[in-house]
């Protein structure tokens, strides 16, 4: 049986939290093709805007060499923050599959609920709870050790 994209995403998760980020990983799909897999890096580059999601994003881009990714599906072991749930309208994903929800910095379907703004342009369908108790147990594991 071959790895379902969440898997995959949930697989970097794993490898982020081995290196002491926080466990989040991010698979964007063109149909059956994998356009891009990333984890967040935010410690490795320095770099704030390194989530999982937001290099996925600029790695999927660089493969289909256009600045539009309509038609194609993020799969993501956390709810989008506002700086990745705008990076999804922008460019135009089809649709958001996402594991666990982020009560605090979510955008999606907590907080500001970015798609569901008057004044958004584009507005993914989204796929909440793929393997959120996977998801949210790397998550608790992690930052019960930082504490």
């Given at each position: 049986?071959?790895?379902?994209?969440?898997?995959?995403?949930?697989?970097?998760?794993?490898?982020?939290?081995?290196?002491?980020?926080?466990?989040?990983?991010?698979?964007?799909?063109?149909g059956?093709?994998?356009?891009?897999?990333?984890r967040?890096?935010?410690?490795?580059?320095?770099?704030?805007?390194?989530?999982?999601?937001?290099?996925?994003?600029?790695?999927?881009?660089?493969?289909?060499?256009?600045?539009?990714?309509?038609?194609?599906?993020l799969?993501?072991?956390?709810?989008?923050?506002?700086?990745?749930?705008?990076?999804?309208?922008?460019?135009?994903?089809?649709?958001?599959?996402?594991?666990?929800?982020?009560?605090?910095?979510?955008?999606?379907?907590?907080?500001?609920?970015?798609?569901?703004?008057?004044t958004?342009?584009?507005?993914?369908?989204?796929?909440?709870?793929?393997?959120?108790?996977?998801?949210?147990?790397?998550?608790?594991?992690?930052?019960?050790?930082?504490?």
């Amino acid at each position: 049986m071959t790895e379902s994209p969440m898997d995959l995403a949930l697989r970097l998760a794993q490898e982020a939290a081995d290196v002491g980020e926080a466990p989040i990983g991010a698979v964007i799909m063109e149909g059956t093709r994998i356009l891009a897999a990333e984890r967040n890096r935010m410690q490795a580059l320095r770099d704030p805007t390194a989530h999982a999601e937001m290099l996925a994003i600029r790695a999927a881009l660089a493969a289909r060499n256009t600045g539009r990714l309509d038609g194609c599906d993020l799969y993501v072991t956390l709810e989008p923050c506002a700086m990745c749930a705008g990076a999804i309208a922008h460019t135009r994903l089809r649709r958001v599959y996402f594991a666990a929800e982020d009560i605090k910095a979510g955008a999606v379907e907590n907080g500001i609920r970015l798609f569901d703004q008057p004044t958004c342009h584009h507005h993914p369908e989204v796929i909440s709870g793929v393997s959120a108790g996977r998801a949210e147990a790397m998550l608790t594991a992690f930052f019960r050790k930082l504490r």
